[in-house]
């Protein structure tokens, strides 16, 4: 079985500031996706970026990167520049090789200040 | 286009009564899913379809019984509703495969009173 721990409940900063989220993760698979979701206000659940576990490089999607560290189970998302629109909930979530659903976390709500 | 779609978006009923969630996908996916957020925003995976055929059953109440009349539809059922069943439900679409996207629908929120 696999979890997913987001450890920070509630984040906040000041428009055009970057914050990190953090992720940890745990799974006895050496094949393994992991994904960031952003859900807003609004409810709609959006993918911000993926990483798959056998690449070393680490996604960037814009404003959005991510830093994943494998041997400590680590899947951090970075925003840069944040914007008023990036106010939402968090969700770090991880799928392994042969079965296709997310385990996601308990999601990090983000506050974006103006 | 909407690419998942949900109907209702809101269902407010009394316990004990049946009801359904229905969803459908115009992205020419064959696997689709249904997720619960509680009232603490936890997301869980409930059911996963691929071709209409059930993958995924996780501990769910027999309560709960999710049917797939196409590859493009995925409907719950929920018997005799209890308080514990208000929640948002997702329903999700993706490629068959590992680490492919997973669309979400705009969400159900069902509130059993």
């Known amino acids: 079985a696999q979890t997913v721990t987001q450890s920070q409940p509630e984040m906040s900063v000041q428009e055009a500031e970057t914050v990190t989220l953090s992720c940890t993760y745990d799974?006895?698979?050496?094949?393994?996706?992991l994904f960031w979701y952003k859900q807003p206000p609004s409810r709609q659940m959006i993918l911000v970026i993926r990483?798959?576990?056998?690449?070393?490089q680490n996604a960037t999607e814009n404003r959005f990167s991510v830093n994943f560290q494998k041997a400590a189970k680590s899947f951090s998302l970075k925003i840069s520049d944040s914007q008023l629109g990036d106010t939402a909930m968090y969700f770090c979530?991880?799928?392994?090789?042969?079965?296709?659903?997310?385990?996601f976390g308990t999601g990090t709500r983000l506050t974006i200040i103006p | 286009d909407t690419a998942v779609s949900q109907t209702p978006k809101y269902l407010v009923t009394q316990m004990g009564n049946d009801k359904s969630i229905k969803c459908e996908q115009n992205?020419?996916?064959?696997?689709m899913y249904w997720y619960k957020q509680d009232s603490k925003k936890f997301l869980k995976i409930m059911f996963s379809?691929?071709?209409?055929?059930?993958?995924i059953n996780e501990t769910v109440p027999n309560r709960f019984s999710p049917k797939s009349p196409d590859k493009a539809h995925l409907n719950l059922h929920i018997n005799s509703l209890e308080l514990g069943d208000s929640a948002v439900y997702f329903c999700?679409?993706?490629?068959?495969?590992?680490?492919?996207?997973?669309?979400f629908g705009p969400g159900t929120r069902l509130t059993v009173t």
């Open positions: 979530a991880i799928s392994n090789f042969g079965n296709e659903k997310l385990t």
């Open positions: 799974t006895s698979e050496s094949n393994y996706y």
């Open positions: 990483q798959e576990a056998y690449k070393q």
């Open positions: 992205l020419g996916h064959d696997t």
């Open positions: 379809y691929n071709n209409k055929e059930l993958i």
């Open positions: 999700a679409s993706s490629r068959r495969g590992q680490g492919y996207e997973q669309y």
